[in-house]
């Protein structure tokens, strides 16, 4: 089966809307547009799928209620303007939901709720019991309390965070483009889109450009780093334009629209994904090829296929894992910080001993505590 006609099966389903989408050019928000998108999720509601509706807008729409046509760039002023937003936005969704007779439901998260475990596992039963319930979360991050450290950062990357969560079966993130193209369309008109994407590839990053419009904060790289959680954690990704009516359907009755990314055979475990992407990460591995197919086998990574660490982070931080070609490989939670790993780089187990007297572990990262991205 292609991946096109998989995405007729997907019976659990994350849609991330953008700020451009349910915006109109002078700040106000596109009610037209918001109510075609509830019509077409109520729809697919109905015919047996779970919906998840993740959206951005609170910050323009709270500019719109406070008369401001330019975002300011304090923090505290962005959060001002968050929590008027959010209210504005989640009484337009609360009462087109109800004119289909849907119920919805608000959630907000920030990265906090993901850092420690027992959150992480909160946040995903909180939203299974909406689920289970028939009720259509809408998620958005609380921009009203985050402040840097805590932001989760874009809501592409908050939508893949959530299909993970609540092991989604597909991911459309709804744009203002139609997709990856393999070069600029706003500057190149014989760019071409492209329909599909089996693994990000350094190519593939290359083709991603900057922030998209003024009112949001995501662009092409933010869609690549929600497509590599998403596949990572067995969700498949396509990016569609938003402004395309009927959209969602086309894209869950396998129409070639948008460009689809295929997610990997199976859904990470709960915890494998908050090991993966629920926490800060800290530093970074290299490694060298032996142990990159070691770890792809199944096993743990040990000190001798260490090339290079780079970070100032102690035991038990999640670092990145990279191949000899910088690429990330995998992700997972130290037994040593980075002054020792320093030491101990490239060396052998029995040589550990020697270099670190009193070593509790034989692995730099027990393979229980380490997720493969790619």
């Not at 300011?72 to 087109?96: D, F, N, S």
């Not at 396509?238 to 460009?259: F, H, K, N, Y």
């Not at 035991?315 to 980075?338: H, W």
Request: charged fraction near 25%.
């Amino acid at each position: 089966m292609n991946v096109r006609d998989a995405l007729k099966k997907a019976k659990r389903v994350v849609v991330k809307v953008g700020t451009s989408t349910i915006t109109r050019e002078n700040g106000a928000s596109n009610l037209a547009r918001m109510e075609e998108i509830v019509r077409e999720i109520v729809g697919l509601k109905d015919e047996g799928r779970e919906m998840v509706l993740v959206t951005s807008g609170a910050i323009a729409a709270g500019m719109n209620r406070m008369g401001l046509s330019v975002r300011p760039k304090g923090v505290p002023e962005r959060q001002a303007l968050a929590a008027v937003g959010q209210g504005v936005l989640m009484h337009l969704y609360e009462t087109m939901f109800a004119s289909y007779g849907q119920t919805a439901g608000q959630v907000l998260l920030t990265k906090e709720n993901s850092l420690r475990h027992n959150q992480y596992t909160n946040s995903r039963n909180a939203l299974l019991a909406l689920l289970d319930m028939g009720v259509v979360p809408v998620v958005n991050e609380n921009d009203a309390v985050s402040v840097d450290e805590l932001k989760i950062g874009d809501n592409d990357t908050l939508s893949a965070t959530v299909a993970s969560l609540v092991d989604a079966d597909a991911l459309i993130i709804l744009s203002d483009v139609d997709g990856l193209f393999n070069a600029n369309p706003q500057e190149n008109p014989d760019a071409k889109l492209i329909s599909e994407v089996h693994e990000i590839t350094p190519e593939i990053e290359g083709l991603a450009g900057g922030a998209g419009t003024a009112g949001g904060t995501g662009g092409m790289v933010t869609k690549l780093a929600a497509a590599k959680i998403a596949m990572s954690a067995g969700v498949t990704m396509v990016i569609a334009r938003g402004d395309r009516i009927g959209v969602m359907r086309e894209v869950l009755s396998g129409e070639p629209v948008g460009t689809v990314f295929h997610a990997r055979e199976a859904h990470l475990r709960a915890r494998k994904a908050w090991l993966a992407f629920g926490r800060h990460i800290e530093g970074n591995l290299t490694v060298d090829e032996g142990c990159v197919e070691a770890m792809r086998g199944g096993a743990s990574l040990l000190a001798a296929g260490v090339v290079t660490v780079d970070g100032d982070f102690s035991e038990k931080s999640t670092v990145r894992v990279l191949g000899p070609d910088g690429r990330e490989i995998a992700r997972g939670i130290v037994n040593y910080g980075a002054e020792d790993l320093r030491r101990i780089a490239g060396k052998s187990t029995k040589e550990i001993a020697k270099l670190l007297p009193g070593a509790a572990h034989d692995e730099v990262i027990h393979r229980d505590d380490l997720v493969m991205i790619i």
